[in-house]
């Protein structure tokens, strides 16, 4: 069977625009797969972001609360306009698994570092009329000695964070699915 003229020019044109359709479509999804490859590292690098500087913000909180024995009025005064909530859900979707490891630990210590401020400051309130001034000391003492554990604890996770921190942020992508 013999090809006329027509022909071969109907099926030549016929493969040129189909490669021509494939060529599109598949730059077309290689271009999308950038994109979205791009959302998800600003999306990281803004949670990374976020994260160290609300623990910055609570360390330098830390650092006065144990110097001064009292907390600021306003613990993050840089605060953004974002909830907490939100934040955290930055963390949970896109910062890697060893940062929202390190964010809950090192959460749970400033809530227990506060906490033990509150119990130090109801001790110091409940016994500042005592008849045992000894006493009551020995008590605020110990509520105080619980405040700068507390603080060490909190300085450890700190720390913690800070290198799970540095080690996210060399965005080496982590194919542990």
Request: glycine share 6%.
């Amino acid at each position: 069977m013999r090809l006329t003229p027509l022909e071969a020019t109907l099926i030549g044109t016929f493969l040129g625009a189909s490669a021509t359709l494939l060529a599109s479509v598949i730059t077309q999804r290689g271009t999308r797969s950038r994109e979205r490859d791009q959302r998800f590292w600003e999306h990281r690098a803004d949670a990374l972001e976020e994260t160290h500087r609300i623990m910055l913000a609570f360390a330098a909180v830390r650092n006065e609360t144990l110097a001064s024995k009292a907390v600021p009025d306003d613990l993050d005064p840089d605060r953004p306009e974002q909830p907490v909530r939100l934040i955290e859900t930055k963390i949970a979707l896109y910062a890697p698994r060893a940062v929202g490891k390190a964010h809950a630990v090192w959460f749970e210590s400033l809530k227990a570092f506060l906490v033990s401020f509150v119990g130090w400051q109801g001790e110091v309130n409940r016994l500042a009329g005592s008849t045992e001034p000894e006493g009551a000391q020995t008590l605020i003492d110990a509520a105080w000695a619980m405040v700068e554990a507390r603080g060490e604890e909190l300085k450890r996770s700190e720390d913690a964070l800070t290198e799970a921190l540095r080690k996210a942020s060399l965005l080496r992508p982590q194919r542990a699915w």
